[in-house]
Each structure stands twice: as C-alpha cells, then as structure tokens.
Antibody
C-alpha cells in the first residue's frame, strides 16, 4: 500500500519561500508511470493543482504559479519536494502531495494522497 | 484554462436517497473526468476516473456518466458515511482543474 506524508514548516512570513517534502512509502518514486504531485486547498474552498514531476524528472506546473514553483525528486530518499517562493497570504492553504497515475488507456487520476499539511502565511 | 462548474453547490438529502451531482466543462474534454470524495479534515479520495470507471475498492453505489462537456455522479442508497464534499476534475489538459465542489448534507 502506497503512503505519502507531507512535512515542513506550518507558518511563514510574507515573501518567504515555502518548502515542503513528501515522503513516499510502499512504492518507489523512480518506477512506473506516475506523476508526483502537489495540490492545495484554501480553507473552505476548492482544490488547485500546483504541479508535478515525473519519475524521469520532467516537470509540469500550473501557469498561474509557474514563476514561483519548483518541484524536485530525491530518489535516494524516495521523496519529492515543493518550493514556492515569495509567498503571500493568498498562499495560505492545506497542501497535499499526491500520486498521479496514467493507466494503459491513457486515463490520468490521482489515486494516493498524503493527509495534507496546513501552511499559514502571516506577518 | 478549462473551467469546471459543479451543481448544485450544496445538496440536502436523507439516508436511503439517491442523488446526482452535475459537472460541466467549459470545453469538450472527452471522458477525461475524475470524481473525488472529501470528508472534513481528510484528503480527497478517488471514486471515479475516465468519467465512468469505478476506482478499485469503491462501492458500486457510486457511478459516473457523461462525455464531452456534461458529466454526472450518482450515489445510490445514501448512507451516513456518504455525506461529504464531492469534486470533479478534468485531466484533458494542463492545468488540471477541479470543480468548486458539492457539499452533500444530511
């Protein structure tokens, strides 16, 4: 059973860089047709896909955040990470790491999620 | 970006009812549509992918239909554990956008 767990600071000041790590267990981030993803959700609101990285290292980011986002892999630790620079209060949200999967038919879906971590941006 | 619009935003129902939630895409997305359930304080859980395929382990009381721009999620015989938020998501093109959610309330 694949499990994902987010970790990182929960409180940031405006203009700082958000850094989160997702530790994956029960499967290797180096194998398969998976998208190692970050998705966020402001309190009481909907979900926003931030971006993802393939096991090959290729990345895909939401254009609305692309100038500030970096997702990277650490295969030696079976982890992937999110960096979001120049944060503001609008970046306050629960951040989820998740595994996206593309099956043999080309269907894409997010089948495993971490429990989520709340990041608050406040001066 | 493809806009996903769900209706209704909230829905009241009773145990044993059958309910249908609608999701409309701003352009043709084929069958590239997923449905998730989210309970308070929990991560979303995949229910349906490719518009109508039931994710492994998800009860058959959940079903999805549609293609193009209009999609439905139907839940039969509501049980207390089904009262949650439901989100659709398009995977036709990046950025992979979600609907705003439907809160299913007792």
């Amino acid at each position: 059973q694949v499990q994902l767990q987010e970790s990182g600071p929960g409180l940031l000041k405006p203009s700082q860089t958000l850094s989160l790590t997702c530790t994956v267990s029960g499967g290797s981030i180096s194998s398969g047709r998976h998208y190692w993803s970050w998705i966020r959700q402001p309190a009481g609101k909907g979900l926003e896909w931030i971006g993802h990285i393939y096991s090959s290292g290729t990345t895909n980011y939401n254009p609305s955040l692309k100038s500030r986002v970096t997702v990277s892999l650490d295969t030696s630790k079976n982890q992937f990470s999110l960096k979001l620079s120049s944060v503001t209060a609008a970046d306050t949200a629960v951040y989820y790491c998740a595994r996206g999967t593309r099956n043999d038919y080309g269907d894409t879906f997010w089948d495993y999620w971490g429990q989520g971590t709340l990041v608050t941006v406040s001066s | 970006d493809i806009q996903m619009t769900q209706s209704p935003s909230s829905l009241s129902a009773s145990v044993g009812d059958r309910v249908t939630i609608t999701c409309r895409a701003s352009q043709n997305i084929g069958n590239y549509l997923n449905w998730y359930q989210q309970k308070p304080g929990r991560a979303p859980n995949l229910l349906i992918y490719a518009a109508s395929s039931l994710q492994s382990g998800v009860p058959s009381k959940f079903s999805g239909r549609g293609s193009g721009t209009d999609f439905n999620l139907t839940i039969n015989s509501l049980q207390p554990e089904d009262f949650a938020a439901y989100f659709c998501q398009q995977t036709y093109s990046s950025p992979y956008t979600f609907g705003q959610g439907t809160n299913l309330e007792i």
